[in-house]
């Protein structure tokens, strides 16, 4: 995940570099993210959906003690956050349950990712009473557009009412929106309603290659429309911090984000600060599968990310999911270090370090090869440092804002 905004405040108010994550040894000392898919089932049908769900039962997931005593684990070994997921999460009959358990456990960050349509005035209250700490939905686009993603007529209409109910209880709630071809027209839309609804956060998410987003990747067969909407988001993320606006942006999927911005940042900001957020980005590190995130499927198999499904770490029915993190995994071990083994424009490019060589399923989707270069790359040769770029100089960024940009240079 990049998240602009905040590397955006740090063109404007530089704050200390943390230590770079990992150590490059492959032993798992960070500890990640957990995505949790409690459930397959889901009552939409949609074109990107990496797990393939479908509003039918699917035999074989965690049944209710193995979901507990894999909670008890999580806690235990001390994950930073617990993300439940789905399918619709909130499809599988004990979700309540599950999430208060969570919430007992204290983990330090509890989240909900849902499509939304399920959040009714009853359910908000138990989401408010169990107190996640973020709720975020999902939306391709404005009315019969993200239903047409989504496979349900009726569907933008009921997650927008999710949203309300959230947010109507002080709930921070966030947008999440994958950017197609086909629906990029809508951003600017989307990030009105962001602001016109008072969300909290917006996050662009790039298609992925996997389950039923594989299928239809010829949806993000072009490149243009992923450039035109990273310039849309620093247009609004630039407004957000020189307004003091309360929305933040944040990507995913593309770890190319954070070069474009750091090439933007060369073009509007002095070498000094441009330093200090490139010093930022490559304690970052891109891409984080296997490394800062990881994800346990419906029926207990583990993976390095929600995407990797094909490759699975272990189980938790029989392992816990603490020793097959810290095992002996050849991938994991191979996704933990710095650098990478990238091969092609990755392994060129010199910016690997900020980045992380990107989306590595994508490489596996289309060559059979995880370290091969990630298709999905949209900068040139010359923006990845494999040619001689053109000669930049500082110039003040003119962006849609009522004070001088120059004020924060």
């Known amino acids: 995940m990049f998240r602009l905004t905040q590397y955006m405040n740090e063109l404007v108010a530089p704050s200390p570099v943390k230590t770079r994550r990992g150590s490059g040894s492959g032993t798992g000392q960070v500890k990640p993210v957990v995505i949790w898919n409690l459930t397959r089932r889901c009552n939409l049908r949609c074109r990107h959906c990496y797990t393939v769900s479908a509003d039918v039962p699917f035999p074989g997931e965690l049944n209710d003690g193995q979901t507990m005593r894999v909670l008890d684990d999580l806690q235990a070994f001390g994950i930073p956050a617990l993300i439940l997921s789905g399918g619709e999460p909130m499809s599988r009959p004990n979700f309540f349950e599950i999430a208060e358990r969570a919430a007992e456990l204290k983990f330090r960050h509890l989240a909900l990712s849902t499509n939304g349509t399920k959040i009714t005035a009853e359910n908000a209250d138990r989401i408010a009473e169990i107190g996640f700490d973020y709720v975020g939905i999902s939306l391709d686009g404005i009315g019969a557009v993200n239903d047409a993603f989504r496979g349900l007529s009726g569907a933008f209409d009921a997650a927008l009412t999710g949203v309300r109910e959230c947010r109507k209880r002080g709930i921070k709630v966030g947008l999440r929106f994958t950017l197609t071809e086909q629906n990029a027209h809508m951003l600017d839309d989307m990030l009105d309603l962001c602001d016109g609804e008072g969300v909290d956060k917006f996050y662009l998410s790039h298609l992925v290659y996997a389950g039923r987003g594989d299928k239809n990747r010829g949806d993000d ?130 910016f690997k370090e900020v980045c992380g060589g990107n989306t590595r399923i994508r490489a596996l989707q289309i060559t059979g090869d995880p370290w091969a270069e990630d298709p999905a790359c949209y900068l040139s040769n010359a923006e990845i440092g494999l040619a001689e770029a053109d000669r930049l100089e500082v110039t003040p960024f003119r962006g849609k804002t009522r004070d001088p940009a120059h004020q924060f240079f």
Not at 241 to 270: C, K, M
Not at 304 to 316: A, F, K, L, R
Request: hydrophobic content about 35%.
């Open 221 to 350: 067969t072009g490149r243009s429309h992923t450039r035109r909407a990273m310039d849309q988001l620093i247009e609004r993320a630039w407004v957000a911090v020189a307004e003091d606006q309360p929305l933040e942006i944040v990507t995913g999927n593309n770890d190319a984000d954070a070069v474009y911005f750091l090439n933007w940042a060369r073009r509007h900001f002095s070498q000094e600060k441009v330093a200090h957020v490139e010093d930022h980005l490559r304690a970052w590190g891109g891409n984080s599968s296997g490394l800062g995130v990881a994800n346990i499927a419906p029926m207990g198999t583990v993976h390095p990310d929600t995407y990797w499904s094909d490759y699975t770490i272990g189980n938790v029915k029989l392992t816990p999911f603490s020793r097959l993190w810290t095992g002996d995994d050849p991938m994991l071990a191979t996704l933990r270090q710095r650098p990478r083994p990238l091969k092609g424009r990755c392994g060129d490019c010199a």
